[in-house]
């Protein structure tokens, strides 16, 4: 993993604070080895991790069954140019012409970037997620 475990697409998700924000973020900082010097670095659950964790484990994988992402999906509305990670477990990630797509498996579509930073921000509170 390259920088800090809690920096997620410009957003720091530290538990150490109230709710995610970007307003503490330094990329000089976040995304180079200086990160555990920042006073909101904690260890990760289950400590550093060397091999892919969370969604880093998903990019590799194929895209969905049945589902192709397709030259009509916008690549302004669908793609990111990092890998996006969200601790939800029906967050898919999925690369693609060097651009990388967001699926929800729950919600069973693709998401925008805008879903996707939701996601990120607040999967606790996705209605999709909360049913059974």
């Keep these: 993993m390259n920088g800090c475990y809690w920096f997620r697409q410009g957003i720091c998700i530290s538990p150490a604070l109230d709710k995610p924000t970007d307003s503490v973020t330094s990329p000089k900082r976040c995304l180079t080895s200086e990160y555990k010097t920042c006073n909101l670095y904690r260890d990760p659950p289950g400590g550093i991790q060397t091999e892919a964790t969370g969604l880093e484990k998903y990019t590799e994988k194929k895209q969905p069954s049945g589902l192709r992402i397709t030259e009509l999906m916008v690549k302004e509305v669908y793609a990111h140019e ?39 921000t607040n999967d606790q509170n996705c209605p999709w997620r909360s049913e059974k």
Excluded: A, M
């Design 82 to 120: 990092t890998v996006p990670e969200s601790p939800c477990p029906f967050f898919i990630v999925t690369q693609y012409d060097g651009k990388y797509f967001t699926y929800c498996n729950k919600k069973k579509s693709w998401l925008t970037k805008s879903q996707s930073f939701l996601c990120l």
